[in-house]
């Protein structure tokens, strides 16, 4: 029984952490929603968003399962990674609402579906801690700049209304991922990447 529980531990650290390393690896660390967004367009690969979607609410589906049931493993640190899991789950949710603002009708859906089930995770390992959810802060400037690269990276032009509609979907998650990331001392995903980390030939396709 002991070596079984053991196993399903390593397993449940092991699928988390996998999750963690595709996305740092492709945006920085921490990571970037704006930065995956670049990194994929300058690749040629913007069509793969969408398994980055899908595979996005699986990830956080597993995340909540694991950690809801053995909640000690929220405090297991990842050890290829200066990102704790809430900065990917915050990079994963700004994706999603980054999407939402854009006209990007083919990945609209599963962007919804992402949002939803990302917010259900912070939720409800917030509820499980018992931590204080402060009150969300928005910088408008920073959003905009948020949704002027996407489009410029080629990945649609903001709606009418979407810094509003940006600023809305961050409101619900941003201060409870902020307040896991607190909790367990671990950076947050900025809304801007460092671009210091990026490649030369990558600095020079930002706008």
Known sequence: MA????????????????????????????????????????????????????????????VLQSHASHPFLI???????????????????????????????KLRGKAVLLREEGTHLADELSKLLRLDIGRPTTDREVLQQVLERAARAGHGTPKPHGLERLASLRKRYAPTVEALSRHLGSPTAPLLPNDRGLSREELAQLP
Request: a negative charge; aromatic letters at 6%; one cysteine or more.
């Open 75 to 105: 405090y297991f640190r990842s050890l290829e990674t200066g990102a704790g899991w809430p900065a990917t789950l915050a990079a994963l949710l700004d994706l999603a609402a980054v999407i939402e603002a854009i006209d990007e009708p």
């Open 3 to 62: 070596v079984t529980y053991l196993l399903q531990v390593q397993t449940s650290i092991g699928r988390r952490d996998s999750g963690i390393l595709k996305i740092t690896t492709a945006s920085g660390d921490p990571p970037s929603a704006v930065a995956l967004l670049e990194r994929y367009a300058s690749l040629g690969c913007k069509d793969e968003l969408e398994q980055v979607l899908v595979k996005g609410r699986d990830w956080c589906a597993e």
